[in-house]
């Protein structure tokens, strides 16, 4: 099915307010194989100099996905979550974030293309970091959306 | 700040070799990430789906790419950083990050990032933006 392009762009998120939490960053650290202790041992954490353990790089991504049922806007705009493959990603960060933080996630569906006549609908989301009215992070994602039925 | 190294154009990032991704990886990342989506855990609906297997989370691999920037330098050091997400990860593959700094300006680093699986497919391209001053 296609996207209605204005109900996408109209699209209002709730915004996502999160605390990062030590433990869920040390399980984020194991998952993702990290062995570098400043991302998962309080006392390296604070000899390299950071109040807590470092948000790293990535995880502002995942969390966005802490609202109550993190892909209900794709639900609402007729997407099957089946279908989406992610296509890029970007962050650009204005400070760090530690653990304890408590992070405010406001996002926006900033653009909706269509490719090889409309077997592929990429959207583009951006979601902006804050702490407290500071900037922490801006993030962008290109999902892809596969519409296998289109041109059949 | 420390832990800068010098580099200039054609450094090479010492290269990032993950772990071989199983099924257990993709269901801790699922659980770390918040990325719940089934299709890369749950099988049938992999099939369902169109895929003979599970796969793995683009941003795993995009973790990995971060590990090898916050081995290289402190992570406050980076500025931004993007990726395409150029080919499924599947499970069992063993990504090795890869990153070669391409420009120095007035100490930012551009840095150029590929995750590449050994049968030579590349996963993930992209770059980031590094400050070595």
């Known amino acids: ?152 | 700040m420390t832990g800068v190294p010098h580099s200039d154009a054609g450094s090479e990032l010492p290269p990032l070799i993950a772990d071989q991704i199983s099924r257990t990886t993709l269901a801790l990342f699922a659980g770390a990430s918040g990325d719940h989506n089934p299709i890369h855990i749950d099988l049938d609906v992999a099939h369902f789906a169109g895929q003979h297997d599970v796969f793995a989370h683009g941003m795993l691999s995009m973790a990995y790419l971060g590990r090898l920037l916050t081995d290289w330098v402190p992570q406050e050091r980076l500025q931004s950083w993007r990726v395409r997400f150029a080919a499924i990860t599947p499970v069992h593959a063993r990504p090795t990050c890869t990153g070669r700094v391409v420009s120095v300006t007035d100490g930012l680093a551009t840095v150029e990032l590929t995750v590449t699986l050994p049968d030579g497919t590349v996963t993930l391209t992209g770059d980031a933006v590094v400050d070595l001053t």
Not at chain 1, 32 to 56: C, F, I, K, N
Request: net charge neutral.
């Open chain 1, 1 to 152: 099915m296609a996207i209605d392009v204005h109900k996408a762009l109209a699209y209002r998120f709730e915004p996502v307010v999160v605390t990062a939490e030590r433990g869920r960053l040390a399980f984020f650290a194991k998952a993702t194989g990290q062995s570098d202790p400043v991302y998962t041992d309080l006392d390296a954490a604070r000899a390299a100099g950071h109040p807590d353990l470092p948000v790293p790089p990535s995880f502002y991504f995942s969390l966005e996905l802490e609202r109550p049922d993190p892909f209900c806007w794709l639900a609402a705009l007729g997407i099957d979550v089946r279908q989406l493959l992610h296509g890029e990603q970007s962050f650009t960060y204005h400070a760090m974030a530690h653990a304890g933080d408590t992070l405010t996630l406001s996002s926006r569906i900033v653009d909706v293309a269509v490719k090889k006549g409309g077997a592929l609908e990429l959207l583009t989301k951006q979601t902006s970091v804050a702490r407290g009215g500071q900037p922490i992070a801006k993030a962008v994602s290109v999902i892809v959306v596969r519409n296998p039925e289109a041109g059949k």
